[in-house]
């Protein structure tokens, strides 16, 4: 079973709309400069190498993420790139949960783009509301198992 800090969706380098289930120490500058990094790393393998990564593998953390395009109401009718991404602890079979995990990113990535393809997308504080669509899809797995078995016996 997974355990699942973090997920949300970056657009032009900044987290527009995030939940976080467990704390592990980030403070809001670390989310910033994390999600600016995160996405020039997937656009640089994108021109370097022709090929998107779908996640990042750490010592105690992996990061799994997918990617799509969407037209905001200030990009010049150019679609431009969004990221839906998860943070996680480490697993032994990280290709088996991102085979599981991207389907529910893409769905959470075409959720988003329903709701909000054409609008401004620079005003985070107006996506907070979609903070129930990720705890919907991902909120369970960010449950520790204490969580999950308080909740079945109480």
Same mark, same amino acid.
């Given at each position: 079973?997974?355990?699942?800090?973090?997920? $949300?969706?970056?657009?032009? $380098?900044?987290?527009?709309?995030?939940?976080?289930?467990?704390?592990? $120490? =980030?403070?809001?500058?670390?989310?910033?400069?994390?999600?600016?990094?995160?996405?020039?790393? !997937?656009?640089?393998?994108?021109? =370097?190498?022709?090929?998107? %990564? /779908?996640?990042?593998?750490?010592?105690?953390?992996?990061?799994?993420?997918?990617?799509?395009? !969407? %037209?905001?109401?200030?990009? /010049?009718?150019?679609?431009?790139?969004?990221?839906?991404?998860?943070?996680?602890?480490?697993?032994?079979?990280?290709?088996?949960?991102? /085979?599981?995990?991207?389907? *529910? %990113?893409?769905?959470?990535?075409?959720?988003?783009?329903?709701?909000?393809?054409?609008?401004?997308?620079?005003?985070?504080? /107006?996506?907070?509301?979609?903070?129930?669509?990720?705890?919907?899809?991902? $909120?369970? *797995?960010?449950?520790?198992?204490?969580?999950?078995?308080?909740?079945?016996?109480?």
């Amino acid at each position: 079973m997974v355990l699942i800090r973090e997920c $949300g969706i970056l657009f032009r $380098g900044f987290t527009i709309v995030n939940s976080q289930y467990h704390d592990f $120490g =980030a403070s809001i500058k670390d989310k910033d400069l994390r999600s600016g990094l995160l996405t020039a790393i !997937i656009n640089f393998s994108e021109v =370097a190498f022709a090929h998107s %990564l /779908e996640y990042i593998e750490g010592k105690k953390k992996s990061l799994i993420f997918t990617q799509d395009k !969407i %037209l905001s109401a200030d990009g /010049e009718g150019v679609s431009e790139l969004i990221i839906s991404y998860i943070i996680m602890d480490k697993v032994k079979h990280i290709d088996k949960e991102r /085979e599981r995990i991207v389907p *529910e %990113l893409k769905k959470l990535l075409f959720l988003f783009k329903e709701k909000y393809k054409n609008k401004n997308l620079a005003h985070v504080s /107006e996506f907070q509301e979609f903070k129930q669509e990720i705890d919907n899809l991902f $909120g369970e *797995e960010g449950k520790t198992v204490d969580q999950r078995l308080k909740g079945s016996f109480f």
